[in-house]
């Protein structure tokens, strides 16, 4: 009898399902890319496997774990086709979403809407329960008008509610109470607390964070009820986990409840695999570099690790649970070129996305994209991309790329690419610095990893630009978030809003009792981070705990989240590290001043048995031919390789093409390409360092 | 300006285009900075700073897009820089004086901070900060209180001087700021800050420079203002020939309750645009006026600003985007009032100022721009006193404002507006974690949005319990209270502003205008924000769109009925019935009006109209400053007694309208004698 030992990643996406097939005896990774099913995303997926397991000659019980991403959930936010949602607050607190933040999105712009509304404002209902901010109850809970909320919830056919009240991140009890009774009257109707899912400060991000999970909750939870059928019926009998927000993984069952914590897992998951693949590579401070048809998006990590935000958003939503920090940087392949009245080349913000795509795609697409530009220029090759799988129209690109050279006053198309590529460039890399200087980091001590069609392409056009000396490029670059949902493990983060003093001993003495309340909110999420991970089934190993604190000093209005800098932590080391902290970001601490804690945090991570990278092989890169590519005015006769030639050590020099099924790599002059033991590209610029 | 800018660009338009996004990251880069470091609550909650590179004549190039505050793209250091005779590297300059700096800080809580860029001996650059301070000293906790007539009671004066010599730090002004300031440790946290987004600012020009050459980047910064300017004159030109007039009101100068007058005159000529506000009322005896030292202003062209970019959002931010702008604002009005004129809320009166341009811009042309949103920014603030300890608690329980006003093609924000600061409201929760009170209410306020075929967007209800004794409650910048934000097109004007105590009880009774109210235990203080103008024929709006909004309850039943002509049957729409009714309020009507002031204010323009006031204003002005305010105010008593009197609304105040015009022009005509050659009477009342 064979025991299991495969695992098979699977990202959802727009246009392919990416599956990775991972051999845990170090027997190699396996990409297989199968057309989405918009209409079913789980089809995809029973087919994938059925190919993906055939194609090797298993069976599929030799499959012991499935991981799987999504963007349904994100999707259906964006595109505002989540449930028939109610909102059920505190008495005078109707327009919680319909205020929100009061601050509109462009301060300029008087024709700027502000955003759709998740729950229309007559689906939004006012009870008379809410706690003060002491915790302690101001109104109970009237059995008699909940019931009538529930009544006329039925009437009005919802189905999913979300209840928010006042104060409730001190308590959810009320609100599990008024749950309670609406789930009892409306049998079927998917009901979430926001002091349960999220209890933070601030009611109208809590409420979001409610009123999303339940938003998607229906959705999601018929998608995960036919995933598990259709795996099943494929005949694997390992779990499903799903990736989540924070780069690890939920068993199935916490994401039927916790839908909120995947809606941003695509991203993170290449984060993860960048990280996993950094290690390999030896290298710690990376910036990851996700480009596609219609955004890049990039993501720093300072020390061998994803690191993660509270200030995100989800479509025009705020969320303020811990996500990998994943920031949107502008042009993707699709985005379009024009010339403004000034005579002003612009790159976007429209972008012609997949349909009809850019020009060259002849899907009806009549201005220039991004994608254009590569192909007028020469990095990629119209008969070649996506393996040969789409043929690409290049006079058509250079026709539509004329019309922009010439409202510039430039001689020809390509000097128009060129330039649309060089301003592309300039927009991506003025972020990327502005995100280092904001972290305190300096370029050249960082690899951009790329990944998605479109980032091994133009990765050292931006490297050129941002000061970078180092590109990776992973084997798997178009399959590079479904091989982050593998290699990732189980993870989920618990807050508590909870405001106290602490300080060092002698600082402050009244701050003892601080320190205790601080102390009871961390033991109390640790139990309950503690009783879900022996839950979340058999393949989780050892677990680690991680705890910080959002402080800053009293009075001030910016927080640091401090990670405690011992087990169990101790307030004396804890506001030390703070007043470091506050130090090396804004140059100045209070060394004698106590410190206020406002939130507490708790991650715990379970740890899935790693996979590993397998060794590339010994194959050397032969040269097809060469291709000019543009670059500064001048032609460079670029070799083109395979990318199968590049086994361990194998290196060229630039210029150089590298092509695959799932993107090109462009190697400019000046740079040298040199692959790994598990064949990583590493692209440095030379003559540095 | 005779032709386009843009033909005065040399750099090549690509290398231009990379120079914008790199210039924004400066910005950008020195607001992140800023606002993680900074102390105080207006910076982080209310995002009220701003950073920004300026070109060494001291108007600004790079401007953040998102960070800040976007009203003070047009703000300009020069009057600062030439007050200091000796500049040299590592100077960093201070100041928050409204008239030592010409109206680039525009109240005193603003603490500004330029700090100069040289290369090789010259300065190449300028980088700026600013940010709302807690506190200044002065009067009143937090520094600003309409009531204040000068500025000696606004706080701690700051003309430009040195806080950072060569590097090093001028001490002695610190403690003497600190000293001055009711949190200053709060302070001084802030100017570390400040001064950190400055040496970010700097090391980005240097590095710039180090990759381009100093040419170029001067060449950069010249050619980008260039093509702003090119760009929203294009965006002017959409603004008809002519001169465009329009005028708008504060309701009162709170130390007296005459109203005040906004006068614009719009001279648009080929995509120029001179602004004159001549005939504008004279500077107040109240922390109102608008220090804008007579010349182009960030608070005089905002929503020209605002009109060009949502034309073109390509255009970059930097003053270019104001180059096709003039502008005449005398010497001794409010909105360039001589020192030492309060200032303190001079926002209130930048809001109407802005708002009279929209009008003007209307009369060219109805539709180039919304109908004014309610106008408001109320910060209200709690007073709480601790009953052991005495100590007591100041806090701002919300930020308040109205809705947007309607658009050709839209419905206005319902209780929200990004027009003036564009803030972040309090979360409940946090103000409750602060104070004993309890927020009983924040919510859309029905039917106050102006009717129209698109509605304007709602004001807002505040309410707040009171648990403490003794408990104060302050606001600020109330307004709109008395003159409504006026509907456009045949669209109805926004619900004025109120402050009820105790609402929907025997004991409630309006507060009317709240300075500072001192309430008891269990009192409910409710503030209640204006609407946003509607704009177009309410007829014409779609019955089935007021239905829902009629479902959603933005607007009430009786309204759609009486304003929408709209009959429902329960949640349906009565659709023959609706027909019969629009048809009956078509033919009992005049006629659309192109703006629909409401009752209040077309009573008064009855009595005060353009070419009195003109006359009026023009003559107030040849008196000396110190007696104007005064006579105008004695004047004013005897055309409306009722005002003083406090008769209310004002229809009722004026009483009978040919009798006041009367009155109004026997005292113009009193004036113009005492100040005729040879009389002296100026001199005689001094």
């Not at chain 1, 972290?439 to 970078?468: I, N, S």
């Amino acid at each position: 009898m064979t025991t299991a030992r495969y695992r098979i990643g699977i990202d959802v996406g727009g246009t392919f399902t990416d599956f990775i097939l991972a051999d845990m005896t170090g027997g190699g990774l396996v990409l297989h890319k199968e057309p989405s099913v918009p209409g079913d995303p789980s089809l995809a997926v029973e087919r994938g496997i059925a190919a993906l397991v055939d194609s090797r000659g298993l069976a599929p019980r030799d499959v012991e774990l499935v991981v799987h991403g999504t963007t349904i959930g994100l999707n259906a936010i964006i595109q505002r086709r989540g449930a028939k949602l109610a909102l059920v607050v505190s008495r005078g607190n109707r327009d919680v979403m319909e205020i929100a933040r009061l601050r509109l999105p462009s301060s300029y712009d008087v024709a700027a809407p502000r955003e759709a509304p998740l729950v229309r404002r007559d689906l939004v209902f006012e009870v008379g329960a809410r706690l003060r901010s002491d915790g302690t109850v101001l109104e109970p809970v009237d059995p008699a008008e909940v019931d009538g909320v529930a009544d006329e919830l039925a009437r009005r056919g919802v189905d999913a509610v979300a209840v928010m009240l006042l104060n409730s991140y001190r308590d959810p009890a009320l609100e599990i109470e008024v749950a309670e009774r609406l789930r009892a009257r409306l049998p079927g109707v998917l009901v979430t607390e926001s002091g349960v899912v999220w209890p933070e400060v601030r009611e109208y991000e809590r409420c979001l964070v409610a009123g999303l999970n339940a938003y998607i909750h229906p959705l999601m939870t018929s998608y995960f009820d036919r995933l598990q059928r259709r795996v099943g019926e494929a005949g694997v009998k390992g779990p499903i986990y799903i990736t989540a927000n924070n780069g690890g993984t939920l068993g199935l069952d916490t994401a039927r409840e916790r839908p909120i914590d995947t809606v941003l897992s695509g991203p993170a998951s290449g984060v993860v695999a960048s990280v996993r693949m950094g290690e390999a590579a030896g290298r710690t401070r990376l910036i990851t570099f996700d480009m596609g048809g219609t955004s890049a998006d990039i993501s720093i990590v300072r020390a061998g690790a994803p690191e993660f935000t509270t200030t995100t958003f989800v479509g025009d939503f705020p969320l303020i649970m811990p996500v990998v920090n994943v920031g949107a940087i502008g042009a993707g392949g699709g985005s379009i070129l024009w010339v403004d009245d000034q005579g002003f080349l612009k790159v976007g913000p429209l972008s012609a996305g997949a349909d009809p795509g850019p020009v060259s795609y002849r899907r009806g697409g009549t201005q220039p994209a991004v994608t254009d530009c590569y192909l007028a220029t020469g990095i990629i090759d119209p008969d070649r991309f996506l393996g040969g799988r789409m043929r690409l129209d290049r006079e058509a690109a250079l026709a539509a790329l004329a019309e922009i050279a010439q409202r510039l006053g430039l001689p020809g198309p390509v000097d128009a690419a060129e330039a649309a590529l060089r301003v592309a460039s300039a927009k991506m890399a003025s972020e990327v610095i502005k995100l280092l200087a904001t972290a305190g980091a300096d370029p050249r001590d960082f690899a951009l990893v790329a990944y998605g069609g479109a980032g091994p392409t133009h990765a050292v056009l931006l490297a050129e630009e941002a000061g970078l000396e180092a590109v990776l490029v992973p084997t798997t670059p178009g399959a590079f978030c479904a091989l982050g949902a593998v290699l990732a493990d189980v993870r989920r983060d618990y807050v508590q809003t909870a405001r106290h003093l602490i300080a060092a001993p002698g600082v402050l003495p009244a701050s003892r009792d601080g320190w205790a309340a601080v102390d009871e909110a961390i033991a109390r999420l640790r139990r309950d981070a503690l009783a879900w991970i022996a839950k979340e089934g058999a393949l989780v190993g050892a677990h680690s705990i991680a705890v910080s604190a959002n402080m800053r000093y009293t009075g001030q209005a910016y927080e640091l989240d401090i990670p405690a800098p011992s087990d169990p932590p101790d307030p004396a080391s804890w506001c030390e590290a703070f007043h470091a902290e506050h130090h090396r970001l804004y140059g100045f601490s209070d060394p004698s001043a106590p410190v206020q804690v406002t939130t507490v945090r708790l991650g715990v991570i379970g740890k899935v048995p790693p996979v590993q990278f397998p060794p590339a092989d010994d194959a050397k890169p032969v040269a097809r031919g060469t291709r000019t590519v543009w670059r500064n005015g001048k032609a460079l006769e670029a070799a083109v390789y395979d990318r199968a030639g590049f086994g361990r050590g194998a290196a060229v020099q630039g210029p150089a093409i590298i092509e695959q099924a799932d993107t090109t790599t462009l190697v400019l002059d000046g740079w040298r390409c040199e692959a790994d033991a598990i064949g990583t590209l590493h692209l440095t610029r030379e003559g540095r360092r | 300006m005779t032709q386009d800018a843009a033909s005065g660009i040399v750099l090549d338009p690509v290398d231009l285009e990379i120079f914008f996004h790199k210039f924004t990251a400066v910005a950008e880069e020195m607001a992140i900075t800023l606002q993680r470091a900074a102390r105080t609550t207006y910076v982080k909650e209310a995002g009220d700073f701003g950073t920004a590179l300026a070109s060494p004549g001291g108007r600004f190039f790079a401007y953040p897009r998102v960070l800040g505050v976007s009203g003070f793209l047009d703000s300009d250091v020069g009057p600062s820089l030439e007050a200091i005779p000796d500049l040299e590297p590592g100077d960093v300059i201070i100041t928050n004086h409204p008239y030592a700096s010409v109206g680039l800080s525009t109240h005193m809580p603003d603490l500004h901070l330029i700090r100069p860029i040289f290369h090789e001996g010259r300065i190449v650059a300028h980088a700026w900060d600013f940010i709302h301070s807690a506190d200044v000293g002065g009067g009143v906790p937090s520094s600003i209180s309409p009531r204040f007539s000068d500025l000696f009671q606004e706080g701690f004066q700051i003309p430009p001087m040195k806080l950072m010599k060569a590097g090093v730090m001028n001490a002695d002004f610190l403690t003497l700021y600190r000293s001055n300031c009711r949190t200053p440790d709060v302070n001084l946290g802030d100017i570390n800050a400040m001064l950190a987004a400055l040496a970010i600012g700097e090391r980005r020009v240097h590095e710039l420079i180090a990759a381009h050459g100093v040419e170029t980047f001067m060449q950069a910064q010249r050619d980008l203002v260039a093509y702003a300017a090119a760009k929203a004159r294009q965006v002017q030109r959409r603004i008809p020939d002519g001169d465009h007039v329009f005028w708008d009101y504060l309701d009162d100068d709170y130390n007296s309750p005459v109203p005040v007058r906004l006068r614009c005159c719009l001279k648009a000529r080929d995509g120029h645009v001179h602004l004159d506000f001549t005939g504008s009322d004279p500077q107040v005896e109240a922390a109102y006026n608008v220090p804008t030292g007579g010349r182009r202003h960030v608070w005089l062209t905002l929503k020209l600003m605002h009109f060009v970019y949502s034309t073109d959002r390509t255009v970059p931010l930097n003053y270019g985007l104001f180059e096709n702008i003039t502008v005449e604002a005398p010497s001794g009005t409010i909105v360039n009032p001589e020192p030492p004129a309060a200032v303190g809320v001079r926002a209130a009166t930048a809001i109407r100022i802005n708002e009279a341009l929209v009008g003007a811009m209307s009369v060219a042309k109805p539709g180039l721009m919304p109908a004014p949103s309610g106008g408001v920014m109320i910060p209200s603030v709690l007073v709480e006193q601790d009953p052991a300890t005495g100590a007591r608690s100041v806090m701002v329980l919300q930020s308040l404002v109205g809705g947007t006003g309607a658009r050709e093609g839209g419905d206005g924000v319902d209780g929200r507006d990004s027009s003036l600061a564009n803030q972040r409201n309090t979360p409940i929760e946090k103000t409750e974690e602060e104070s004993a009170a309890v927020i009983v209410d924040y919510a859309l306020r029905p039917d106050s949005g102006g009717a129209g075929r698109w509605r304007g967007g709602t004001g807002v209800v505040f309410s707040v319990r009171i648990v403490r004794d003794g408990s104060a409650v302050l606001g600020r910048g109330m307004e709109r209270f008395v003159f409504r934000p006026w509907g456009m097109a045949g669209g109805k004007p926004g619900a004025n502003a109120r402050v009820v105590l105790n609402a929907g009880t025997p004991q409630e009774r309006d507060l009317g205008k709240l300075d500072m109210f001192v309430a008891r235990a269990g009192d409910v203080v409710t503030i209640m924000t204006p609407g946003g103008g509607g704009f177009g024929d309410p007829l014409e709006r779609p019955a089935d769109v007021v239905r829902d909004d009629v479902v959603s309850g933005y607007v009430s039943r009786e309204s759609a009925l009486a304003d929408y002509g709209v009959v429902l049957d329960g949640d349906a729409v009565d659709e023959a019935a609706t027909r019969a009714r629009r048809d009956a309020i078509r033919r009992g009507r005049p006629g659309l009006k192109r703006f629909d002031y409401g009752p209040e204010r077309e009573a008064w323009d009855t009595v005060f109209d353009d070419a009195s006031m003109l006359e009026f204003n023009a003559l107030l002005m040849r008196l000396p400053t110190s007696v104007r305010s005064r006579r105008r105010r004695e004047i004013f008593d005897r055309v409306v007694p009722g005002l003083s009197a406090g008769v209310r609304p004002l229809q009722d105040a004026i009483g009978d309208p040919d009798a006041a015009r009367a009155r109004l022009k026997d005292d113009i005509e009193a004036l113009r004698r005492a100040l005729a050659p040879g009389e002296g009477e100026t001199r005689r009342t001094s």
